[in-house]
């Protein structure tokens, strides 16, 4: 089956760090997103990317986060200084249509 | 602004037993629907969708879903439900993008 693929799968950190975790979206997919969850909570938006191009990020991602997709078949996302707060599951899903997306596993971030 | 709601944050039933998870949805118009799955350190897999017709839809693993425009709903079923089902579910909906609820914790007792 194909699949979102996620690496690291788990990433430790301390404060003030910088982290990267990429993701592999599924191929033929052309949108790529990225979510913040706390807690097996609900998930927070991140960043948008279509055909590798950002087209929307909150502004939590413009001001402390890094984020790019140099190829079709990869993306990244980086915190430039990690903080205790930043602790999470990052999730990354692709889709070919925007509104049906596909999760990989995530990236779980623990800043210590 | 659309949201989702879901008023259930845990749920607990028996093996066996029937289920229902609840979804409300906030949206000027009717928003493609959605549910998801996450099992402990694991992403989120898809359900089912609802995008017209049909109210009922059919997912993965017999659940289903049935869209109702007058209560703004989108509730998930399944008839027995198995040890294997406790996970957390997600309804979601698009609009201009992916809105999730905040999850309902399901518990299955042996």
């Known amino acids: 089956d194909a699949a979102v693929t996620q690496k690291p799968r788990y990433l430790i950190k301390m404060k003030g760090q910088e982290a990267e975790m990429k993701c592999i979206p599924e191929?033929?997919?052309?949108?790529v997103f990225w979510y913040q969850q706390k807690q097996s909570k609900e998930l927070k938006f991140l960043i948008y990317?279509?055909?590798?191009?950002?087209?929307?990020q909150i502004d939590m991602v413009k001001e402390r986060f890094s984020a790019v997709c140099p190829s079709s078949s990869l993306c990244s996302l980086g915190i430039r200084t990690c903080e205790a707060e930043d602790s999470a599951l990052y999730l990354c899903?692709?889709?070919?249509?925007?509104?049906?997306?596909?999760f990989g596993p995530g990236t779980r971030l623990t800043v210590l | 602004a659309q949201s989702v709601t879901q008023p259930d944050a845990r749920v607990t039933v028996s093996e066996g037993a029937s289920l229902q998870l609840r979804c409300k949805y906030s949206?000027?118009?009717?928003?493609?629907l959605f549910w998801y799955v996450q099992y402990p350190r694991q992403g989120l897999q898809l359900l089912l969708k609802?995008?017209?017709?049909?109210?009922v839809v059919q997912g993965v693993n017999g659940f289903e879903a049935e869209f109702s425009k007058s209560n703004s709903s989108f509730h998930l079923r399944k008839a027995s439900v198995h040890w294997s089902d406790s996970a957390v579910y997600f309804c979601?909906?698009?609009?201009?993008?992916?809105?999730f609820g905040g999850g309902t914790r399901l518990t299955v007792r042996p």
């Open positions: 899903s692709s889709s070919q249509r925007k509104y049906e997306q596909y």
């Open positions: 979601a909906a698009w609009g201009a993008k992916l809105t």
């Open positions: 949206s000027s118009v009717t928003p493609y």
């Open positions: 191929k033929g997919h052309t949108a």
């Open positions: 609802y995008y017209s017709g049909d109210p």
């Open positions: 990317f279509q055909n590798q191009q950002p087209l929307d």
